[in-house]
């Protein structure tokens, strides 16, 4: 068990207790060590290459034509890539995000690949990933890679911002307020003009390892300057609390299926979003 100041930040899957669970809430982030076995690994592999060669219809690049790599991302494959449905249903992910959540009943609430291959130069830039869901409540996201990834090419999370205030989400690569009306929430602060100011976290991870993170950690990475790339699975899991919030404009991903089926404010009961943990 990793710590820092006498608290744990980086766990063994096989070690976290009441004091792993209270590191997560203070922090709103969690490191854990081998979530995966080999084998899951593998099939993670193989989903995520799957993937790549047949993109679905929420597949998006989000870096430039003119960056040397690419840093591409596609959303809620779990129905169709057998391998996710299975770690994401059935591997300890959801144990742990129960355990990190602390209460019962929690659902799956979607996927998410990223890779960014060698040489990348695109950074995911600093932002929270609860302003662009169509959900209100709580949620965990696993950020798990299945490639090596040294702490310089790892996701960066800013500890303790998950108490908020919501931030003013943006288009990664041109910066729009395409979700909230420009002046309608705060907008984040510089923090790469003055990291030392922020207690960032980032991991040197191995494949089948975990970054825990709430919905409103504020985080982003680097680009990738090295020769290997970087895929990574992301499994994201709702709170007891979580319930259906429709907005005015197309969420990221989107969930156009349950309009009209799950009502406004009521609990995330559907198909798509299966009981776990």
Known sequence: MAMTNGHPVSVGVDEIDGEAVAAYHRDGLLHVRGLLSPEQVEAARAGIDRVLDEPGPLHQRASGVDDPGAFVEDFRRWRDIPEFADLALRSLAPQVARLLLGESPIRF????????????????????????????GHGTSAWIPVDPIPDGGCLELVAGSHDGPWKMPRTFLDGKAKWFPEGSLEELPDIEGDRSAYDIRRFEMAPGDAIFFDFLTVHGAPGFPYAARRRVLSLRYLAADAVHAPRDWVTSPPFEDILGIVPAGAPMDHPLFPVVG
């Open 109 to 136: 609430y979607h996927d998410h690949v990223l890779v960014k291959e060698g040489q990348t130069r695109q950074r995911t830039p600093w932002h929270q990933d609860q302003p662009y869901y169509n959900v209100d």
